[in-house]
Antibody, heavy 122, light 107 residues
């Protein structure tokens, strides 16, 4: 069974930092490019960052570039999101999601975690 | 930056067909996909590569993509289809773009 389990979400003060982690099982992690996608309360889905299957390239939403860093460890089947200088607008449920690099779903996110809530507030 | 535009909401009567549009500049030149998201649940891929359904997705869900518009169609709509629907594509090959989402209400 494919499983993606995010962790690390919590209440953090504005200006603070937080590291989210997503551990996976049930599939070959190195076959998947991974991304973080968030949904703020009452808002739509927003792509945050992505990383290739072997970790050699990372991509970021333009509005978040410089504050967030995505990384992965294929030996541990984990993908992380380091979030710095957090703002109230970063309050959201953060999902990790995967794209099969073999092209099975033509670069669509066919696997998703259940999400972890990040609240930025004083 | 590339944008995808969806109507905020649509409504349909049970058993009828509903179409949800997603507009973007020359969207038909890219692959579009669609996700269904219900409150408290993770998004589910329902359409990829413009019109293909992953295994387990009912045939009631179909889609097309041409010109500037991708369209998701749900036929014989059921109460369980009430959800938010998001279109998505890639811009420049490295940036993911989601539409704003459409709330489907089954009246």
């Amino acid at each position: 069974e494919v499983q993606l389990l995010e962790s690390g979400g919590t209440l953090v003060q504005p200006g603070g930092s937080l590291r989210l982690s997503c551990g996976v099982s049930g599939f070959v992690f190195s076959d998947y490019a991974m991304s973080w996608v968030r949904q703020a309360p009452g808002k739509g889905l927003e792509w945050v960052a992505g990383i290739t299957d072997n970790g050699d390239a990372t991509y970021y939403a333009e509005s978040l570039r410089g504050r967030f860093v995505i990384s992965r460890d294929n030996s541990k089947d984990t993908v992380d999101l380091q979030m710095n200088t957090l703002k109230a607008d970063d309050t959201a449920v953060y999902y990790c999601a995967g794209v099969d690099s073999r092209g099975s779903y033509s670069n669509a996110f066919d696997i998703w975690g259940q999400g972890t809530m990040v609240t930025v507030s004083s | 930056s590339y944008e995808l535009t969806q109507p905020p909401s649509v409504s349909v009567s049970p058993g009828q067909t509903v179409n949800i549009t997603c507009s973007g500049d020359k969207l038909g030149d890219k692959y579009a996909c669609w996700y269904q998201k219900k409150p408290g649940q993770s998004p589910v891929l329902i359409i990829y590569q413009d019109s293909k359904r992953p295994s387990g997705i009912p045939e009631r869900f179909s889609a097309s993509n041409s010109g500037d518009t991708a369209t998701l169609s749900i036929s014989v709509t059921q109460a369980m289809d009430e959800a938010d629907y998001y279109c998505q594509t890639w811009a420049g090959g490295t940036a993911v773009v989601f539409g704003g989402g459409t709330r489907l209400t089954v009246l």
